[in-house]
């Protein structure tokens, strides 16, 4: 199935960074894919300078059945994030279903939270890396690591690759 039969719910909470939301959010609407935004409360969110961006409406009120992967961007969101059960039941689902779960930066530690790092290869940010070892993963000094639907980068220069190895694995569902 290609890239743009596909659906992502990205998640959104206030302080995410600019470029991790908003660079993947427009490059998989330009590959075709049907993009969500989902925060676990607001309407509108601003990022770390100021910017906002509207949801499509809660986590809570979306079906991991119904979609191909989620994306979970940086900044200072994660660390909201992870403490709304919806977001990290979201995101088990969607891991233990092997479909694409994309995190940047420090968008690990929703993955650290949801408890699906144990024996995955992965990278972050460096700041977050003993997070990540210490919730069972493999973290390894990459700017993108891919493993199976599992597709982690460090900082927003690499966004390109993120999104290309995000895309790659979309097709390949």
């Not at 390894?140 to 690759?161: R, S, Y």
Request: hydrophobic share 40%; charged share 25%.
């Amino acid at each position: 199935m290609a890239a743009k039969d596909k659906r992502v719910l990205i998640f959104a909470e206030n302080d995410y960074e600019d470029l991790e939301l908003l660079y993947p959010k427009l490059r998989l609407i330009e590959a075709g894919v049907q993009v969500t935004v989902a925060g676990p409360r607001e309407k509108v969110y601003k990022s770390k300078h100021g910017y906002p961006v509207e949801t499509d409406g809660n986590v809570a009120d979306f079906n991991p059945a119904d979609f191909d992967g989620v994306v979970i961007p940086g900044g200072w969101c994660p660390d909201r994030l992870r403490r709304y059960e919806e977001v990290l039941s979201f995101t088990r689902e969607i891991a233990n279903a092997g479909k694409l779960v994309g995190a940047i930066c420090h968008g690990g530690w929703v993955m650290v939270s949801a408890d699906i790092l144990r024996g995955r290869r992965c990278t972050s940010v460096g700041a977050i890396k003993d997070d990540m070892k210490n919730a069972g993963g493999n973290w390894v000094d990459e700017p993108i690591v891919v493993d199976g639907g599992l597709v982690t980068a460090q900082v927003p220069k690499d966004l390109p690759a993120f999104c290309r190895e995000m895309l790659a694995v979309l097709e390949q569902q």
